[in-house]
């Protein structure tokens, strides 16, 4: 089965950059998307198919995807951005399935 | 604006059934294809399965650990789409989301899925 890697926790000064990876074996050659949980709410696409953002989701949020990694992308971070970020694929390589990664905890000092 | 309400959610003993429902609004529900995705006290998300619409033949498809207990319905005429999860195991505690699933081929010709909207969940406790 296909399995997505993220680090448990990012942490990022307000105004930096924080970037969150995820990795897969060969998820370049898949599309990935990325959602955003706060706590006790229910997650927000912010990011699909590598690198789109939904309408509403700030331009602060990016994505790209080569080779074995994933990356989420959070420009001039602000204390709102708190929260955890989960990376998906779709997996039709066997049977068809949706996969998450493990999360990421990012955390604003 | 998409609205997704789940229900049904409660306290059920292991091995017991448990039907969840979601009152889906805002969009055209017969030609959308749904999901649902639990996630675990204190755990990440993980998905449990999905139905297509009835036009693309309203197939589902189910994640190992759930397979062959529970089972994904829609009724169009009700805007309602239903998970049934019968032989239920502690493990199965959690919240459980209804979501809208986008579907696509993306530039490499292989099926890609995302879920677009997502309901405010139904926390399902399975415990003796």
């Known amino acids: 089965s296909y399995v997505l890697t993220q680090p448990p926790s990012v942490s990022v000064a307000p105004g930096q950059t924080a970037r969150i990876t995820c990795g897969g074996n060969?998820?370049?050659?898949?599309?990935v998307h990325w959602y955003q949980q706060k706590p006790g709410q229910a997650p927000v696409l912010v990011v699909y198919?590598?690198?789109d953002r939904p309408s509403g989701i700030p331009e602060r949020f990016s994505g790209s995807n080569s080779g074995n990694t994933a990356t989420l992308t959070i420009s001039r971070v602000e204390a709102g951005d708190e929260a955890d970020y989960y990376c998906?694929?779709?997996?039709?390589?066997?049977?068809?399935?949706?996969?998450f990664g493990t999360g990421t905890k990012v955390t604003v000092l | 604006e998409v609205q997704l309400v789940e229900s049904g959610g409660g306290l059920v003993k292991p091995g017991g059934s448990l039907r969840l429902s979601c009152a889906a609004s805002?969009?055209?529900?017969?030609?959308?294809?749904m999901s649902w995705v639990r996630q675990a006290p204190g755990k990440g998300l993980e998905w449990v399965g999905r139905?297509?619409?009835?036009?693309?033949?309203?197939?589902?498809d189910y994640a190992a650990p759930v397979k062959g207990r529970f089972t994904i319905s829609r009724d169009d005429s009700k805007n309602t789409l239903y998970l049934q999860m019968n032989s239920l195991k502690t493990e199965d505690t959690a919240v459980y989301y209804c979501?809208?699933?986008?579907?696509?081929?993306?530039?490499?010709?292989?099926?890609?899925?995302?879920?677009?909207?997502w309901g405010q969940g139904t926390l399902v406790t399975v415990s003796s």
């Open positions: 998906q694929v779709w997996d039709s390589s066997s049977d068809h399935r949706g996969v």
């Open positions: 979501t809208t699933v986008t579907y696509y081929y993306d530039s490499s010709g292989s099926p890609a899925e995302y879920f677009q909207h």
């Open positions: 805002g969009f055209t529900f017969s030609n959308a294809w």
């Open positions: 198919d590598d690198s």
């Open positions: 139905i297509k619409s009835k036009t693309d033949g309203g197939t589902t």
């Open positions: 060969n998820i370049g050659s898949k599309s």
